[in-house]
Structures are given as C-alpha cells and as structure tokens.
C-alpha cells in the first residue's frame, strides 16, 4: 500500500487526530471532521493510515514500553553516533524509512473497525453482515456475484439469483445457494457455519446445520454447528460453559490492546449471554460471576487474576 | 534496481569488502557480527534510489556502515531495556513469547520513528497514543500545559505517522 502523503494533508490529518482525542471534542468538530474526510479521498487515506500505526501502537501497550524506548544511549553507540555527526550524513542520504507494513482490508469496499458491526444491502438484495476488525469486497457483475472475505467475519443472507454467489476466502471460492451463512477467518483455514441453503467446494456440499473447517483441500471437521456462533449479529457473545482464557480471546477481538488472564484462572468457566458493545461491562459481570479481579496496567492492556480473599 | 547502482555496489564489495569487515570488527570486537553488518552495509546501499558519485569510496563505505553500526547498538541496547524491564512485569502479566517478539519489533520501529524527539515529547506520545490517556490526565501527570501537551502530540504524530 502507497503510505506516502503530501505534507499538507498529514498536517490536517495530525491535526483532526489530536483534537478528535481532546476531551472538549464535541458534536460540531465532529461533524466538521467528517466533512472533512467527505471532501477528499486522500483525507480517508491519511486517516485510515493513522488508525492502522495507532491499532498496533495499542498492541504494544504495556508497562515495558516506557522503560524500553527511554533506555539512554549506551557509550559505545554515544561514540559512533558522534562519529557519525562528524563525518556528515549527507552522502547517505536517500536510505531512509521502510514504510509500515500494510493490513489487509484497509481499502476493501466494506469494513467494520475494532468493536463495531456493520449491515449492509447488497445490490441483490443479500443482506451482508461484518463483525469486529473485518473486512470484504464485493464485485458483481452480468455473470456472477463475487463476495471475498479479506479479514474478520461476516454473516451472509444470501438472496435468490440467477447468478451463482462465490464466497472467497484466503484458502479458496466456496459456492452459496440462498440461506443464511456465518464463515470467520482464521490463520490458514475460514470457519464456515450454514444455518439453511447450502455451501459447496469442488462438488462436496455443506448442509444446514452443520459447520466445517475450509481449507485449500477442501471441507475439514464437519461438525454440527454451534447455535451460538451467530449470537453476534445481534450483539451478543453467547458462552456455554466456555474457559475463561477462550472466553477473553473471543471478547478480546471487539477491544484495542492485550486482553488476557493468569494461569490460575485460565480454566474457570463461563456461562451466560453477554452485550458487546460494552465490553467494560463485560469485564465488571466476571468480576460478580467468578473469583477474579480485572487488573488495569493501561487502559489497552487488561489482566483477570485470582480475586485475593 | 537501476543497473547502474548494482554494478556500482558490487565493485565496492569486490574492492573493499574486506577492509570494511575489517574496519567493523574492529570496532564490534566480534567477527561475526562484523561480517552481518558488513553484509547489511551493502543491502542498504542496494536499496538506495540512485547510484552515488563517488570521489572517496571507502569513506562513503564507512558513512554508510556507521549507520549500520548505530542502527546495530540501538537494537542491543533496546534488547538489554527490553528484557530488563519485562522482568520487573509480574509473572501473570508478562506476554507470551509470540507477544514479546511482535512488541519489540514494533518498539524498534517506534523507537526509530521518534529517534531525535526530546524525552519529554516521546512521554507525552506514548502515554496518549500507547496508554490511551486522556490529554488533561497527561497535562496533570506531566505537569505541563494543555497547549503543551497538543503542542508536543503534534510534532511526534508528524514524526510517527508521516516521517516528517
């Protein structure tokens, strides 16, 4: 991806992302940021940029940071660096910054940041539903319709056409028949869920009420599906005896930062149906439901441990 | 790669290869680093946009290797303050290994982007970029104005996010 931008719009950028942050941002200025945005492409770019370095700065959120990042100079590089300055870099000039590496999904057609869920219509009338931190692109045309899933998860009603539904994921082009689908992406397979119609690969079909692992070979352990995995459409993370350390990593996915937990509470187990949009709340109903307490190093880095009687 | 900046980066490795390993263990004191930093000097001069006019090699040659160097002893030095700080993090809340590698490859890069920024500039980033803090929090733990605070996030975001 091109990160390289005039310096006129990085400085609107910085400056709309340091006042979005001030604690006197009100209605207005938001408006007037998002007319901003609205008036040019490269305004959405240089501010996708900054949300993508801020959502890995907020990855590294920890106490470590502070202390790495203000070790002084050792004398042995205090040396070279004084020798660098006499020599002059001038002659090394032009060999300067890698830029960031890029995420996926950053210019897909439809994307939900970290937290949110998104609905859309498509022009066949399918409804397309994306879950935190996803991303797809759709292309439709006379002979086909094209949905690919780049990151994330989506829930997908597909609607009657006479055009075949491809569903791409990282590993390959799955087929939908009208019905109601869920498919996740994970690291090397896509998780793929038919609630009605039916999904196939190669000829090889996947039925209602079943749910598989897509992989490059094709459908792997076919299972029934689990009735809660579509729970979040509606907002809620369902858990039915769930470990707490799965439990976090599922509810970890609609925060910024580290979500984890101590060894020692790692197996307690959870029940219950849970609102997503809070995830604060969340984590104040486990404290109530279970021995734990929430540990807060920063406000992007969260610990559950044994709660001391 | 233009061919012309190829084929002028391998006759300085055919002429001076040697001499620059021998300059760089001389001052790392360790052979084999020598030869990686070596090696480095010469992907870097690769990736440079045009072919150098070149009146001296060899100190063009050391000009780039010190860059090399520096950028070798900041990572040693970030290791050793890394490591050193993780070990004062409590047990259960130490990340895992996975989470270690991926947090110091982003702190070197970060470190590289703010390198140059006073101390007090990098604190007040990190702290509302980083920590999440709110700027008037920031304004009272550092004890610095509101101004100040907007003034400083400014100039480290130009840096950050935009290499200006």
């Not at chain 1, 590089?77 to 960031?100: N, P």
């Not at chain 1, 949905?147 to 997908?156: D, K, P, Q, T």
Request: proline share 5%; with cysteine.
């Amino acid at each position: 991806m091109n990160t390289s931008f005039s310096s006129q719009v990085a400085e609107q950028a910085v400056h709309w992302l340091i006042e979005s942050q001030g604690d006197d941002f009100d209605q207005a200025q938001q408006q007037a940021l998002q007319h901003w945005l609205l008036a040019d492409h490269e305004h959405q770019r240089a501010w996708a940029h900054i949300q993508q370095v801020n959502q890995r700065l907020r990855g590294v959120a920890s106490p470590v940071v502070h202390a790495t990042l203000q070790a002084p100079p050792s004398p042995a590089r205090r040396r070279a660096l004084k020798a660098l300055l006499l020599v002059g870099v001038a002659s090394a000039a032009g060999m300067g910054l890698q830029s960031h590496n890029p995420l996926p999904g950053l210019m897909a057609d439809y994307r939900s940041p970290v937290g949110q869920r998104r609905r859309t219509h498509l022009d066949d009338g399918s409804l397309l539903q994306l879950n935190t931190r996803s991303a797809v692109d759709v292309r439709f045309d006379g002979q086909q319709r094209v949905v690919r899933l780049l990151e994330g998860e989506l829930a997908l009603d597909v609607a009657r056409d006479a055009r075949p539904l491809l569903l791409r994921t990282a590993e390959g082009a799955l087929q939908l028949h009208s019905g109601h689908f869920n498919v996740r992406e994970f690291e090397g397979f896509s998780l793929v869920s038919v609630f009605s119609g039916q999904a196939s690969f190669a000829g090889q079909p996947l039925l209602p009420g079943q749910r598989a692992r897509f992989t490059a070979k094709g459908w792997q352990a076919i299972a029934p599906l689990d009735p809660n995995s579509g729970a979040w459409v509606d907002g809620m993370l369902v858990a039915s005896q769930m470990r707490l350390t799965d439990f976090l990593a599922e509810l970890g996915r609609y925060r910024q930062g580290q979500l984890g937990c101590s060894e020692r509470v790692a197996d307690l187990r959870v029940s219950g149906s849970y609102p997503l949009d809070d995830s604060e709340r969340i984590l104040q109903m486990l404290e109530v439901a279970l021995p734990v307490r929430v540990r807060r190093f920063t406000r992007y880095w969260v610990t559950l441990e044994p709660r001391l009687s | 790669m233009p061919s012309a900046l190829s084929s002028t980066v391998e006759g300085l490795y055919h002429a001076h290869h040697s001499w620059l390993t021998g300059w760089l263990r001389r001052r790392l004191g360790c052979p084999q680093s020598a030869a990686d930093l070596a090696q480095d000097t010469y992907v870097r001069l690769l990736q440079a946009r045009e072919a150098p006019q070149l009146v001296e090699p060899r100190a063009f040659l050391a000009t780039v290797a010190k860059r090399v160097l520096c950028n070798h002893l900041r990572r040693q030095e970030l290791e050793r303050a890394y490591l050193q700080a993780l070990s004062q993090v409590p047990e259960q809340m130490a990340p895992s290994e996975e989470q270690k590698a991926v947090i110091f490859e982003t702190l070197l890069e970060l470190d590289r982007l703010l390198d140059g920024l006073p101390p007090l500039v990098k604190r007040t980033f990190l702290l509302a970029q980083v920590d999440g803090l709110g700027q008037t929090e920031i304004a009272r733990e550092l004890g610095i104005s509101l101004a100040t605070v907007k003034r400083y996030l400014n100039k480290a975001a130009l840096r950050c996010y935009f290499a200006l």
